[in-house]
């Protein structure tokens, strides 16, 4: 895979990152020998940026990619990782105080003196627009605790209140073939900055892995069965905010345009990142063969008539229940 610069970081990165949500046991259990193996095949595929949040799994996450880099030392790798949502989501939590004691903690879970790039993981709105909350993030990164910093953002608007700010290198959102609108504003909004853009949940909660149908069910530890209708948290990050059924029937539609040899989510990866302004898709993978796969999205060929058939179905299936909402 060819490398991207990573917005203002003056680093690069692969065009296919490997998000480790699943580490954290909220996708179902994951042991220790699985995730070293998902790294390691990642790596193997060309893979230069791993994506993961103190939240997930209270920080195994960030543990586990700790002790994969310790034992690596030498492979090429920027760690993203993200703060703030194991404390109270309200605005007076985002202070130089807790920013201190999460990145403290993120630094030694992930055995790190300086994090590449730290951001804030999806906080209030109100927070995007504070003054202070810049500050203190500079201050991170003038003593050497992070290298860079960037946002995670549920909305289109939160993204360009981000982006208007210069210490901002990155923003994190959702954008999949169900979820278009980062395509209106935010990607060329962040060109113009060069502000990087890491898109997630590139595979629809694995709704475009081709794999499901309307009858597929979920353990219960799983979010795609908890958080199905934002019980738990943002209703965005579990199937896109799409109903299951619906995104089901879409996917298939999705495979049926595809020539054959063309699998379904690299051909859903390979989109995502064709978009002008992305940076990276951060999929996740459970198994070497998933991450194999998701990697080969990096170097796909254009697909004939992809785009024309994720915007015929974005408009059939989806614009009118989403694109208001993020």
Not at 103 to 116: A, E, H, K, S, Y
Not at 209 to 228: I, K, L, M, V, W
Request: one cysteine or more; glycine letters at 8%.
């Amino acid at each position: 895979m060819q490398s991207r610069p990573l917005g203002r970081t003056g680093r690069s990165v692969s065009p296919v990152g490997l998000g480790t949500w699943q580490f954290g046991g909220d996708w179902g259990p994951v042991s220790e020998q699985d995730a070293a193996a998902v790294m390691d095949a990642s790596v193997e595929a060309g893979v230069t940026l791993f994506d993961t949040a103190d939240v997930y799994g209270d920080g195994r996450s960030e543990q586990l990619i700790g002790s994969w880099r310790a034992a690596n030392p030498d492979v090429p790798l920027t760690i993203a990782t993200k703060m703030g949502r194991r404390a109270e989501q309200v605005p007076s939590n985002y202070v130089a105080a807790n920013f201190r004691e999460w990145v403290d903690r993120c630094r030694r879970n992930l055995r790190q003196d300086t994090l590449d790039l730290v951001q804030l993981h999806c906080p209030p709105t109100e927070v995007f627009a504070d003054d202070a909350v810049y500050d203190a993030l500079d201050a991170l990164v003038a003593d050497g605790s992070v290298a860079a910093y960037g946002v995670s953002v549920e909305t289109a608007d939160q993204a360009l209140t981000a982006i208007a700010r210069p210490g901002v290198a990155s923003v994190q959102i959702i954008l999949n073939a169900f979820r278009l609108k980062p395509l209106d504003r935010v990607l060329p909004a962040a060109r113009e900055a060069g502000v990087a853009v890491l898109a997630r949940v590139p595979l629809a909660s694995g709704l475009l892995s081709g794999r499901y149908t309307a009858d597929t069910t979920f353990p219960e530890q799983d979010h795609r069965n908890y958080n199905r209708h934002g019980e738990a948290f943002d209703q965005g990050e579990t199937f896109s905010g799409i109903d299951f059924e619906d995104g089901v029937r879409a996917a298939q539609a999705f495979a049926a345009s595809l020539p054959d040899g063309v699998s379904v989510p690299q051909a859903a990866i390979a989109w995502v990142i064709a978009q002008d302004g992305v940076t990276a898709a951060i999929p996740g993978a459970r198994n070497p063969e998933q991450a194999r796969s998701n990697a080969g999205a990096g170097s796909l060929r254009e697909v004939p008539g992809l785009d024309r058939t994720v915007h015929d179905l974005y408009d059939e299936w989806f614009r009118s229940s989403v694109h208001d909402r993020w």
